[in-house]
């Protein structure tokens, strides 16, 4: 069964950069559109960025102009880069992705914001 792998997260300061990365177990899959959720503690999951299959993305509006989600047409991993990151940001992002009618879901990676 396909699975999708996340990568990337850690610890960086306020007004700092991270960029976190999904691929699926293989790069013979092509999702119909691939994106970014997260959930920080105590609140519901959210969606942060998605991206369809030829590249049309769409935002949160607290991370416009700050993140900016892709995919590579070689390989499919899908990148999240995110710039001037805010404490509020501090979640656990998971990778998402819809394959034949079928959603599935990376294991998530923390992302943490802090001094």
């Known amino acids: 069964q396909v699975q999708l792998v996340e990568s990337g997260g850690g610890s960086v300061q306020p007004g700092g950069s991270l960029t976190i990365y999904c691929a699926p177990s293989t790069a013979i899959y092509r999702f119909n559109y691939m994106g970014w959720y997260r959930q920080a503690p105590g609140k519901q999951r959210e969606m942060v960025a998605t991206i369809l299959r030829h590249g049309i993305p769409d935002y949160e509006d607290s991370v416009k102009g700050r993140f900016t989600i892709s995919r590579n047409s070689v390989d499919n991993t899908m990148y999240l880069q995110m710039t001037n990151l805010k404490p509020e940001d501090t979640a656990v992002y998971y990778c998402?992705?819809?394959?034949?009618?079928?959603?599935?879901w990376g294991q998530g990676i923390q992302v943490t914001v802090s001094t």
């Open positions: 998402n992705g819809l394959l034949l009618n079928h959603t599935y």
